[in-house]
């Protein structure tokens, strides 16, 4: 064989090895985009049940402040506070 086929063998080895490696590499970019897409998918959904989260707190804290029956019950309920003149009775909670 000549110098010229040699070279002519060893550029089209160059360019099918550059030509694998490139369809390799957008292989491994295309998964990996899949997965960051998933990924961005499942924290979208964590941020907006975070919303809803913190809008219900946000009621329920407004509620708190201005409704003084509402701080009455909860005081209650929570705390195990009663009224004046009122008995409170306090049970163990059953453990399984």
């Known amino acids: 064989m000549n110098q010229k086929n ?5 550029i089209v080895l160059v360019a099918l090895s550059a030509f694998a ?6 292989k491994n ?3 990996e ?13 964590d941020i907006e049940e975070l919303r809803k989260e913190a809008n219900s707190n946000r009621k329920y804290l407004e509620k708190l402040r201005k409704d003084p ?3 009455d019950a909860t005081a209650r309920q929570e705390l195990g506070y ?6 409170v009775y306090r049970f163990p909670e059953e453990t399984k």
Request: aromatic share 12%; glycine share 6%.
């Open 6 to 10: 040699i070279l002519s063998i060893l």
């Open 69 to 71: 029956d509402f701080q």
């Open 82 to 87: 009663g009224k004046d003149g009122e008995r």
């Open 33 to 45: 985009l899949s997965h960051r897409e998933s990924d961005k998918s499942v924290l979208q959904k």
């Open 29 to 31: 970019a295309s998964e």
């Open 21 to 26: 490696w490139l369809i390799f590499s957008y």
